[in-house]
């Protein structure tokens, strides 16, 4: 079965085209990752998957949910940690995990028993009490994932969730998803700029670029599809060694949107 199907997904905004007509599926408890240069759709994407973007066209299933339909379904189905940090600094670890428990509609039983299960498993029982604003970067990035997994998701998507981390971080963090993976079963979608990260832990990439996949497969597979040691080589062999403009397709889509709400307003 699998935790995600998309089928000739599109996102357009007026006549730029950020997406355009791809198709991949997620197996359940696989480890997938989702990589390609800056601008190429990676973000447009996972919005779409995550119902914070609805689809020009096509057609997506996250758990067996229609993102647009059932976005509360899907919300509740996956967890997610976002590139950019979304903690409050003024809280507790302890109360940052209850908040989201609360949002979620987590009865008080079940919060009290999965809030200290996590924060031991990313090694931060001892810190539950103090204020984030006082952890560093690795500490926050593992409170991230522990609130994420707080619901019980079937999924967890993770944009790029090891950015600015040192390898030590990066390794341990590794090493408890890849944990949680096997004992709990659950899928992984990741985003990353590390390829060496990809190689080392994802089952299969897929590559976006341009707004369309142009190869899917395993670590192993894209190196011999393009006759590479590295998936770094790979993936340079596919996408270019061009530098890209960070957010050159958000800025594009900025404007499209806004050239459409002057439109409206003449």
Do not use: C
């Not at 619901?151 to 949680?180: C, S, V, Y």
């Amino acid at each position: 079965m699998n935790s995600i199907e998309v089928q000739g997904l599109t996102k357009r905004f007026n006549d730029f085209t950020a997406v355009s007509n791809i198709s991949f599926t997620v197996p359940e408890r696989e480890i997938f990752a989702f990589l390609g240069p800056n601008g190429a759709g990676k973000s447009t994407t996972i919005k779409m998957l995550t119902t914070l973007l609805a689809p020009t066209e096509g057609k997506i299933t996250v758990n067996g949910y229609d993102p647009v339909r059932n976005p509360d379904a899907v919300r509740h189905s996956f967890g997610i940690v976002f590139q950019d940090p979304s903690l409050d600094d003024e809280l507790t670890a302890y109360e940052n995990m209850e908040f989201h428990g609360v949002l979620y509609g987590m009865p008080r039983a079940l919060r009290r028993k999965r809030i200290p299960e996590l924060l031991q498993f990313v090694n931060l029982s001892d810190r539950a009490g103090d204020l984030v604003k006082e952890f560093s970067g690795g500490m926050k990035r593992r409170l991230e994932i522990a609130r994420g997994l707080l619901h019980h998701p079937k999924i967890i998507f993770l944009d790029e969730p090891t950015l600015g981390l040192d390898p030590q971080t990066r390794n341990h963090m590794w090493a408890h998803l890849k944990e949680l993976n096997e004992k709990e079963g659950i899928t992984v979608f990741f985003t990353t700029h590390y390829m060496e990260e990809a190689d080392k832990v994802a089952e299969r990439i897929a590559v976006i670029d341009h707004g369309q996949i142009i190869a899917i497969g395993t670590p192993v597979e894209l190196k011999t599809k393009t006759n590479k040691q590295s998936l770094e080589e790979a993936f340079l062999s596919l996408t270019g060694k061009t530098i890209r403009d960070e957010g050159a397709s958000a800025i594009e889509a900025m404007r499209q949107r806004r050239q459409a709400w002057r439109g409206r307003s003449r």
